[in-house]
Every structure is written in C-alpha cells, then in structure tokens.
C-alpha cells in the first residue's frame, strides 16, 4: 500500500507540477488586488480536486461503459502522459501555459480559476488520465481513498504555490524553472514508458 501511495503520488505530483503552475497563476491574476488573488489561489485547486475525485471515482464505470480494457488505457495514458513529458522536457509547456493564460485575460475570462488554472492546467488531460490509470489499478476502496487522499494533497500543494508565487518566482528565476521543468519532465517521461510496458505485459499475458 505505501508503495502505491508514493508511486501515485510522485506521478500526479510530476503530472500536475504545481511549481511549474506559478508563473501561470501570475500571469492568470495579473491586474488583480492581493485580496482577489488569494480567492483565485483558493477556488483553482478546489475546483480541479473536485473533477480529479469525480473521475477517481467514476473512473472504472466509465472504461467499463466504453468498452475499454485496462491494459488499453494503461497504453495510450502513458503515451498520452509521454506527450506532456516531451513538453516538459524541450521547453513548450511554461510557453504553452502563458499563451492560456493571456487569452483568458484577453477574452476578460470572468473567473480565471476555472479557466484556465483549474482547467486545463491542473485538471488538464495529463492529470485525467493519470486519475484514471490510478483508479483503474485501485483493487479496492481503501486504495481508492488513497487516491482521493493523493488528489487533494496535490491540489492543496498547488494551492500554496499559488499562494507563494511571488516568492517562488522570484527564488527559481527563469533558469531555475527551466531546469525544474526539464528534470521533473524526464522523470515523469520513465513513469510513462513503465505505463506502457505495463499495459503490453497485461495484453500478452491474458493472449498466452
């Protein structure tokens, strides 16, 4: 159960990667008075934990409604959560995340915490499928609280970066989220090729 709780968390840690999401939250609020930024900072993660619990828990019933093995989603999650590790990695997701983030402000978005700090950065499709893979591989309800346990914790931990922006900004530099990024990018980029080698072990054993 511990390990399944760190391999979790480590990888919607990795997924989400709520010290990279600071720069976007600045860029989200920019404008806003400390008093709305704090209820930006509050309301994003709350937002994003609630669809992350929904799909934790209606996960299994809706790979069962569509007809999806396991093994299959187990395959194109990890080639799906490959694709944000390459981002990660070569430098396109910061850009990526403060291109959405001035179109919302662009488009004078009434409320930025849903979009796009709760969705699609922190609830974006790398964090669903790593949401559906884990609940997928829940054997049962006391591995699926961890899950649910694991989700809040992020989101909570997103929340203090939010918080902390100013600080973390400023101690990380351009540099120092650059490099975070692209180690946090390669280690999440070997969680998902394990993904996939994991979903060919599956499909191969039931076919033997």
């Not at 996960?59 to 944000?84: D, M, S, T, Y």
């Not at 396109?92 to 488009?107: I, N």
């Amino acid at each position: 159960m511990l390990d399944f709780a760190l391999s979790a968390f480590v990888t919607l840690l990795l997924v989400v990667d709520p010290v990279g999401l600071a720069p976007a939250f600045l860029a989200a609020t920019g404008g806003m008075g400390d008093k709305d930024k704090r209820a930006v900072a509050l309301r994003a993660p709350l937002i994003a934990s609630s669809i992350l619990v929904v799909i934790a828990l209606i996960g299994n019933w809706l790979l069962r409604q569509l007809g999806i093995g396991i093994p299959a989603f187990e395959i194109a999650g990890g080639l799906l959560l490959f694709g944000v590790s390459y981002q990660m990695i070569f430098g396109d997701r910061p850009r990526r995340e403060a291109r959405e983030a001035d179109k919302a402000l662009s488009e004078h978005a009434s409320d930025v915490a849903v979009f796009p700090l709760a969705i699609p950065m922190m609830a974006g499709p790398g964090a669903i499928a790593t949401t559906l893979l884990l609940s997928g591989n829940a054997a049962d309800a006391s591995r699926l609280a961890v899950i649910i346990a694991i989700i809040l914790l992020v989101c909570l931990i997103c929340g203090l970066c939010f918080v902390s922006a100013n600080l973390i900004a400023r101690t990380l530099g351009r540099t120092g989220n650059a490099v975070l990024s692209r180690l946090l990018g390669i280690l999440l980029a070997a969680y998902s090729v394990q993904f996939v080698i994991n979903g060919i072990a599956a499909v191969r054993a039931s076919l033997s």
